[in-house]
């Protein structure tokens, strides 16, 4: 019964969709009215609510919507939709502001001599409004009423004018900053959570371990992960489009004829040219390179692009008229100073100790006035000319709504669809078929590209990723990342726009174009280009790296980057680290023979001790990196034999799971029918047999295991942990050469410091000999504190806390304290004795030796990766990698 439900919910929604019905409103009210026919149904019929139910009963999917609806309307901290508004605002604020008129009639002066060159600068525009306004529909109108009749007037095709400027004009869904990259992330970081209960189900029914290792686990994504994946791909749309035309234009050259400049390439000109596209290229750059630098996350990116576009449409609508650029050159003055305030003083408001705090902070507040007034000023531009600022709050607040009310809705519908058991019946579908992860890639893109044909992508983006997407990341076998996966659909959504009959760029283009251009010429005009399209998913989908490259490298360099010690990176540092040792093992040798050649007799005989061991643990790493490559070739010669046998046995459990599960569904009935009495009878007897087939289905499936598949899983993890028990060897072994090292460096070169504690120290005599005890055991308290500055004071403190205790109570006694008093001093005299003399003979000694192992034996211990360091690791970790033999 499940099934019908789950059919009438698809029909319900498809009906309404198809009829016209509103989508905010089709998605959470097919939901309900299914939710509401199964429930009444249940009690009628089944014998309670949730009789027709795969999981929970009405109560729980009525308890999952208002989650959702306070998720999405009411928790500040889920913030990743918060940049939805802030985007709309920017984007139509320059729409309404000319900036695309401006762009298109200057870019068409500037290309149109160049064979093809209209063309391209349609292109170039298509993309640099993606970048700054990323709405389709206005950037499809404006491109048809300005740039379509300029390339009829010079005898462009018909298909090829129309075509450019739609696929130009979706540019804006995968270059960001996009709306539809922020929605992906949404949706995938829900995704990411219910992939990793998959994937922690299947490690442990494969291997029978309760948690899925650390370096196995699934990372999720944010709006700025996807506006840096989705960078590399957007410009590789941009060049196949731009090198289509070109060619186009160099076969045939009456599809592309140049359109030559009536006037003159002049100072002039160039200027115009610089005055349209400084500005914009500026706001790009302060929205994404603020993302990428880490300045700024994608909400506050998503402000200063909101702010930047307001100051632009100051100066924008006062064109031609006196003072018109001057709130945008206050603005610019006024962040100039901030930043050289920032440079120069360390502002911290909580935290003022200087008069030089004070004079920072002044400065900055003026600074920070003076942008305030530019920005008020260009608001109220804004406001009172043509009702700017009015249009675009009201136009930013109908967008906001129409998401934000389609996203609770489908969350609703999701809900429904998992409440009928829909998610297992596609998971069972998907992970039946043959061919592996490919093939279940292949089939979920080809139906959302279908999809693209009758859906907006909001619709495909809320209702079909939330319930493919957790099956294609849980997969081992190609252990794809949630950027990856979201920039795939995002190109593939893209598509959309393009496919007829609802392909919304053409619908837009079509209510502009002449009457001359038929509608015909503009469906063959598209073609071309969803080809480029689905080439350019081919393109990111064979190479990776265009995708996880940026928000790999942007972490790795980012102030909350992982150290090198984080277990998820130690296999690519590693593989870095292996062709360093290779590269430098000579010069590596010879360091630590020099090192072990000082002369550290000044050195206590632990320091000493722990010094030689860390040389010989240094010359250890060689042997363990040897082993490692002989545990991993070991490995690698078996896994070729061994793959088709887990293959094989992976189908199998997949078998037996949807067996499972069914029998779980029909011993939920069971139970159900066995309190009806003898009405139920005959359907009780009916499931019990069901029940029985179902057992007797798992003893047929278990007798296909392969011959010998015991024996060749445990060679297999033998083989695996013997490779696994080599690295961690090789970490305890280059941890243990180089933290004596850094802890006697550290020793050494705080010898001057500890110095300075001698008269402070000595002093403590007269306190305890003058002071009342709980005055002198507050100051030994206080010298203790400060003396923990100093690296391997523990000695000296604890007699001073000695000291200390022998005053404290209703008996003092400060003969005892004195001795432990005396006692510290000598600790401390021989404390700086042996670091003042290590100084001298040895330190520069180990300086030398830390610098020249640092990069490879010791960085493990280093706090964070190089930058080339960590575009060494990122480049490994953009590659997917599978799992799958491990579990």
């Known amino acids: 019964m499940e099934i019908l439900f789950l059919i009438i919910l698809v029909v319900t929604m498809v009906t309404a969709l198809g009829s016209g019905f509103p989508v905010a409103f089709a998605l959470p009210g097919s939901a309900i009215f299914t939710i509401a026919l199964a429930a009444i149904s249940g009690a009628i019929f089944g014998g309670g609510t949730d009789a027709y139910f795969a999981h929970g009963d009405p109560i729980q999917w009525l308890n999952a919507g208002v989650t959702n609806f ?207 596209l400084v500005p914009p290229l500026t706001l790009i750059f302060a929205v994404l390179g603020s993302i990428v630098m880490g300045i700024a996350t994608v909400n506050q990116a998503g402000a200063i692009g909101a702010i930047g576009a307001m100051i632009m449409a100051g100066y924008r609508l006062m064109e031609g008229r006196k003072g018109a650029f001057t709130p945008a050159i206050v603005a610019g003055i006024s962040l100039g100073a901030i930043m050289v305030v920032l440079s120069i003083y360390d502002i911290n408001v909580k935290n003022i100790q200087s008069q030089s705090d004070i004079n920072g902070i002044i400065f900055a507040g003026i600074a920070s006035t003076g942008l305030l007034v530019a920005i008020a000023w260009s608001g109220w531009r804004a406001f009172k000319i043509d009702d700017t600022l009015e249009g675009v709050m009201i136009e930013t607040a109908k967008t906001t709504s129409l998401v934000f009310i389609i996203l609770l809705g489908a969350a609703m519908l999701t809900a429904a669809f ?152 130690q296999r690519c540092i590693e593989g870095y680290l292996f062709n360093q040792y290779e590269l430098t093992s000579d010069q590596l040798k010879a360091s630590i023979s020099k090192a072990k050649s000082l002369d550290f007799s000044a050195l206590p005989d632990k320091y000493q001790s722990s010094l030689g061991e860390g040389f010989q643990s240094a010359e250890k790493s060689f042997d363990m990196i040897a082993k490692i490559k002989t545990a991993e070739n070991a490995l690698f010669a078996y896994i070729p034999e061994y793959r088709p046998l887990h293959e094989e046995m992976r189908a199998i459990r997949v078998e037996l799971a949807t067996v499972a599960r069914e029998m779980k569904e029909l011993n939920k009935t069971s139970r159900r029918l066995s309190r009806g009495g003898a009405a139920d009878k005959s359907e009780f007897d009916e499931v019990e047999a069901e029940l029985a087939e179902l057992k007797e289905l798992q003893k047929q499936i278990l007798t296909k295991t392969p011959v ?23 970490r305890r072994t280059v941890d243990d050469a180089y933290e004596p090292i850094v802890e006697v460096q550290g020793l050494i070169a705080s010898a001057d410091l500890l110095a300075t504690f001698e008269d402070k120290i000595k002093g403590l005599a007269a306190v305890i000999a003058s002071d009342p005890p709980p005055q002198a055991m507050e100051k030994i308290k206080a010298l203790s504190s400060e003396l923990s500055a100093v690296k391997g004071s523990s000695p000296i403190k604890s007699k001073l806390s000695k000291a200390r205790r022998a005053l404290k109570g209703d008996n003092p006694k400060p003969e005892k304290a004195a001795k432990e008093l005396t006692k510290a001093l000598k600790i401390f005299a021989k404390e700086v004795a042996w670091r003042q003399a290590a100084k001298a003979k040895v330190l520069g000694g180990l300086q030398k030796y830390d610098s020249d192992i640092k990069e490879t034996i010791g960085l493990r211990q280093q706090e964070r990766l190089t930058s080339e360091q960590a575009g060494e690791v990122a480049t490994c970790l953009s590659n997917h990698r599978d799992i799958s033999l491990s579990f």
């Not at 024996?711 to 033998?718: E, F, I, L, N, V």
């Open 70 to 276: 306070r998720g999405i309307y009411w928790e500040a901290e889920r913030d990743t939709l918060i940049a939805i508004p802030l985007f709309i605002f920017m984007g139509i604020m320059l729409e309404r502001s000319k900036v695309a008129e401006d762009l298109l009639v200057t870019m068409a002066q500037l290309f149109g001599p160049v064979p093809g060159g209209l063309g391209i600068s349609v292109v170039i525009v298509g993309a640099l409004l993606a970048a700054t306004t990323g709405i389709v529909g206005a950037t499809v109108i404006a491109m048809g009423l300005i740039s379509l009749p300029v390339m009829l007037r010079a005898n462009y095709s018909h298909s090829l004018a129309t075509g450019t400027i739609s696929a130009s004009g979706t540019l804006g869904q995968i270059i960001p900053p996009s709306i539809v990259l922020i929605i992906l992330a949404d949706q995938l970081s829900n995704a990411t959570d219910q992939a990793v209960s998959i994937r922690t189900a299947d490690y442990k029914q494969g291997t029978g371990q309760l948690s899925l290792p650390s370096e196995f686990d699934l990372t999720s994504t944010s709006a700025g992960d996807m506006f840096l994946g989705a960078f590399l791909p957007g410009l590789v749309l941009v060049g196949l489009y731009i090198l289509y035309i070109l060619v186009i234009a160099f076969i045939k050259p009456k599809m592309a004829p140049p359109a030559p400049y009536e006037g003159k390439f002049d100072s002039k000109f160039l200027m115009r040219v610089l005055l349209v």
């Open 418 to 569: 998992r409440a009928f058991g829909g998610e297992e019946l596609v998971r069972d579908f998907l992970t039946g078929m043959p061919g592996g992860f490919v093939t279940k890639f292949i089939v979920v893109m080809s139906v959302i590209f279908l999809l693209g044909f009758f859906l907006d992508f909001i619709e495909i983006a809320v209702v079909v990723v939330p319930i493919i997407a957790p099956i294609l990341l849980a997969d081992p076998s190609a252990n794809v990342t949630a950027v990856w996966l979201g920039v795939m659909i995002g190109v593939n959504m893209q598509t959309s726009f393009l496919t007829p009959p609802f392909g919304f760029a053409l619908f837009y283009l079509r209510g502009v174009a002449p009457p001359q251009v038929k509608t015909i010429e503009m469906y063959r005009g598209v073609v071309p280009f969803i080809l480029l399209q689905l080439l350019g998913l081919l393109i990111v989908g064979l190479y990776p790296p265009l995708v996880n490259y940026l928000p790999n490298k942007v972490y790795l360099t980012s102030e909350t980057a992982p150290p090198p010690q984080n277990p998820k990176l």
């Open 708 to 730: 010998g598949w015991e024996d060749a899983r445990k060679r297999y993890t033998t083989l695996e942990k013997t490779e696994s028990n080599a690295r961690r060897k090789y």
